[in-house]
């Protein structure tokens, strides 16, 4: 009877031995699977704010330009899109709101370039984008024309507009502002020191402009000579897109 004990415990410590290795195996595994669904997914980018009007056919070759735009020292052939989708849309995202889009780059040192690339982000007062897009919205073929003001202030206020909700948007982006690649500025404080702001920008682009380099960019994003530039009055924009001699840029205020 001892002896049969003895080969069942054997037996026994055998068979846990084994389990053991088997489970080690496993682990060993899932960490390789692991390491190789990070090494595919390292060349993934994240990307919020892209419009629902760019449509699934477009988005590849929309962001290769985006990216283009971006980081213009990197040549197109190192800024190749694999594949692009849109993520599903959460529960708590509004019906009008921006889906994220995962974007694979062909090149990791490609898409780390990116992930580094500068970005500013203009902010403005609610009430201030709510009047504007209010006023885009009656010259503009693309927007549904509102019927009245009211109607078109409940629908900013349930994101029923292009980009969704202004409070998400905003909140989103400022959730990088400790990054040192990126820059919050207001439509206010450029309006204030309009000067001042411009130099701020250079700062952070490591640009250092003359004093008469300065004067130009002054001159060139004020107001009075946007108003009249056609490259940024959108008096070129077709009819099919804006109503004829309508005023885009209306009176540049805070209300």
């Not at 994240?46 to 449509?55: H, M, Y």
């Not at 693309?142 to 206020?157: A, G, N, Q, R, Y």
Request: aromatic residues 10%.
């Amino acid at each position: 009877m001892e002896t049969r004990l003895d080969y069942l415990a054997d037996a026994h410590n055998a068979i846990t031995d084994r389990l053991q290795e088997m489970e080690d195996t496993i682990t060993a595994q899932n960490v390789k699977l692991a390491d190789l669904e990070d090494r595919s997914r390292r060349n993934n980018i994240r990307i919020s704010g892209i419009p629902e009007t760019v449509l699934a056919p477009d988005l590849q070759q929309y962001l290769q330009d985006l990216f283009q735009t971006l980081k213009p020292e990197i040549h197109p052939d190192q800024l190749i899109v694999d594949r692009v989708h849109r993520l599903g849309r959460p529960n708590h995202l509004p019906p009008t709101a921006a889906r994220d889009v995962i974007a694979r780059i062909h090149f990791f040192h490609s898409k780390e370039r990116i992930m580094k690339a500068c970005v500013i982000y203009t902010g403005r007062n609610p009430k201030d984008v709510l009047v504007s897009l209010y006023h885009f919205a009656i010259i503009s073929f693309v927007l549904k024309t509102p019927h009245s003001f009211d109607e078109f202030f409940e629908d900013f206020i349930q994101a029923k507009v292009p980009f969704g909700s202004w409070f998400d948007h905003i909140k989103g982006w400022m959730q990088m502002k400790d990054h040192d690649n990126f820059l919050f500025i207001t439509f206010e404080e450029l309006k204030k020191d309009h000067r001042g702001t411009i130099k701020k920008i250079c700062t952070f682009l490591g640009k250092e402009l003359s004093k008469e380099a300065i004067d130009l960019v002054v001159e060139h994003s004020s107001f009075k000579t946007m108003k009249e530039n056609k490259m940024s009055n959108h008096s070129l924009a077709p009819e099919f897109i804006m109503k004829k001699n309508s005023n885009f840029i209306r009176k540049g205020k805070n209300y």
